[in-house]
């Protein structure tokens, strides 16, 4: 079955990094095209950005466009957020996702936490 697995949140000071990791399993994983959600206290999930199949193509929304870049290992079957310069609004769970077969599949989330 497709499983998602995130990795790499926890608590980092503002203008930090961190870099999360999903790995994927369950699905032809380089067939796909990958992305990543969030969802801060409070608030509605929000599209972080995406990536496509061979990686060619990435897409941000504009919160975190320039401070984030997404990646991934298509022999690894691994997708990557790196998270540069963060503010404490990037504060939130964030998850990976992948719309295959008319639904979507999400991972377990990771914490994010910008704090000083």
């Known amino acids: 079955q497709v499983q998602l697995v995130e990795s790499g949140g926890g608590l980092v000071q503002p203008g930090g990094s961190l870099r999360l990791s999903c790995a994927a399993s369950?699905?032809?994983?380089?067939?796909?095209?990958m992305n990543w959600y969030r969802q801060a206290p409070g608030k509605e999930r929000e599209m972080v950005g995406g990536?496509?199949?061979?990686?060619?193509?990435?897409m941000y929304a504009d919160s975190v466009k320039g401070r984030f870049t997404i990646s991934r290992d298509n022999a690894k079957d691994t997708v990557y957020l790196q998270m540069n310069s963060l503010k404490v609004e990037d504060t939130a769970v964030y998850y990976c996702?992948?719309?295959?077969?008319?639904?979507?599949?999400w991972g377990q989330g990771t914490q994010v936490t910008v704090s000083s």
């Open positions: 990536i496509t199949s061979s990686g060619r193509t990435t």
């Open positions: 996702n992948v719309h295959l077969e008319y639904r979507d599949y």
């Open positions: 369950g699905f032809t994983f380089s067939s796909y095209t």
